[in-house]
């Protein structure tokens, strides 16, 4: 696959960039995400309501994202990517050196403020280097490859916990000090490359965009729900150890590297509205069996069906693309980020608290979120273009195809 991607290209390009990138991050964030759960609760005691406080103030960066576009008047994209895959890198190292409430919380915020704005301008960069024909295909493959590092990753981390009993605070070192490596290796051997097009310097909220930024909303609702609670549910409930959470990470990503690649290109045949009403669809059933559940065994089957759903969720993505001004992608980056975290600040900590009452309540409303983005979804059009954002045409009122 890394062949195909680099075929005819000199090594040091815009898309081995993106794959390097694509393997630095699911390094130190996945390390971070396998063991925060158990860490948290055997080294700090966390209960639902510290967890719930700890992912809303985890999301607060994801939030300011709008503010990228201020940052990008003095340092450019690529060089603020790297930096932030550095700072994210420097968040998961110190996380063992920090095991009290307090403590997490700073590191988590760090990390988090490396990881959203890398987010962000990943995300713009690649619309920007990608055309609109090759981007479904490209990024599914991008997402194949970090699959792939996870499942790698998950595998180390596995053996490390599993037989050599490394103790937390180690595994996250060497995770974050990886990825800080491979973002040195990035700034220091990538020569800068130019936008295709010269990027808006004002912040962008156009009324064109509604059904874009309103998906947007609803997905970073609907994924806190499953990112904070699904994986502490596995255990609180039904007790699952930290290489056992590892172990079901690594099935997961293994599923995720088989069908990742192919996702996109599933996307570029049948087109975004049919590709989110299928995982919306999944996803309702998903949420309301995951609030039945009782056994292990299924509420891990669960845990893997929904990540194999979210992989659909990058044709939010390419039709971003397909009806944008191609001098919006930086802008909007950061934009859709912090719309995507309105409801992920707010979210985990008011669900925190009913989770101390119910946690099937708390999947419910997950699926009722799946619910709405199932409806949003029936408003793209079949061919989606500038002069074609949406299904509805307001001034004729009429229901495009």
């Known amino acids: 696959m890394m062949k195909k991607l680099l075929s005819d290209r000199n090594l040091f390009n815009p898309i081995s960039l993106l794959i390097l990138m694509s393997i630095a991050m699911p390094i130190a964030f996945n390390v971070w995400s396998a063991m925060l759960n158990n860490f948290v609760v055997e080294k700090a005691a966390f209960t639902g309501v510290e967890i719930g406080i700890l992912q809303s103030l985890r999301e607060v960066p994801g939030f300011l994202s709008f503010t990228l576009i201020f940052v990008l008047l003095v340092i450019k994209e690529q060089t603020f990517a790297v930096f932030s895959l550095a700072l994210l890198g ?3 190292c110190l996380t063992g050196f920090f095991p009290t409430v307090y403590g997490l919380y700073f590191t988590t915020v760090l990390m988090s403020i490396g990881f959203h704005y890398f987010e962000a301008v ?10 609109k024909d090759e981007a479904p295909i490209i990024l599914g493959k991008l997402l194949a490859v970090g699959s792939l590092t996870s499942l790698i990753v998950y595998g180390c981390l596995w053996t490390l916990l599993e037989f050599f009993q490394l103790p937390y605070w180690i595994n996250f070192a060497i995770a974050g000090g990886i990825c800080i490596f491979l973002a040195l290796v990035m700034f220091i051997f990538y020569p800068a490359f130019p936008s295709k097009v010269e990027q808006n310097q004002n912040l962008v909220l156009r009324k064109r ?19 904070v609670f699904a994986a502490f549910l596995m255990v609180e409930k039904f007790g699952y150890s930290a290489s056992q959470v590892t172990l079901l990470f690594l099935v997961n990503y293994a599923f995720n590297y088989l069908f990742a690649e192919k996702i996109g290109s599933l996307i570029g045949k049948f087109g975004e509205r049919r590709a989110l009403t299928f ?31 979210f992989a659909l969720a990058i044709a939010i993505t390419t039709y971003f693309q397909k009806i944008a001004d191609p001098k919006d992608m930086a802008s909007n980056a950061g934009v859709s980020f912090t719309i995507n975290h309105i409801a ?29 983005s199932l409806i949003a979804a029936q408003f793209i059009p079949k061919s989606p273009s500038p002069d074609n954002e949406t299904r509805i045409a307001f001034k004729s009122k009429l229901i495009r195809p």
């Open 90 to 92: 420097l968040g998961v």
């Open 122 to 131: 990943k995300q713009s960069l690649s619309l920007q280097w990608l055309s």
């Open 209 to 227: 965009y509604w059904l874009y930024y309103l998906l947007t909303f609803l997905s970073g609702a609907r994924r806190q729900i499953f990112v």
């Open 279 to 309: 995982e919306y669809i999944g996803l309702i059933i998903v949420f309301i069996a995951y609030g039945l559940v009782e056994n292990a065994t299924l509420a891990a089957f669960l845990y893997i069906l929904d990540h194999m759903f």
């Open 344 to 372: 992920a600040i707010v979210v985990p900590a008011l669900l925190g608290l009913v989770w101390m009452w119910s946690h099937s309540l708390v999947f419910y409303i997950g699926a009722i979120f799946a619910l709405l």
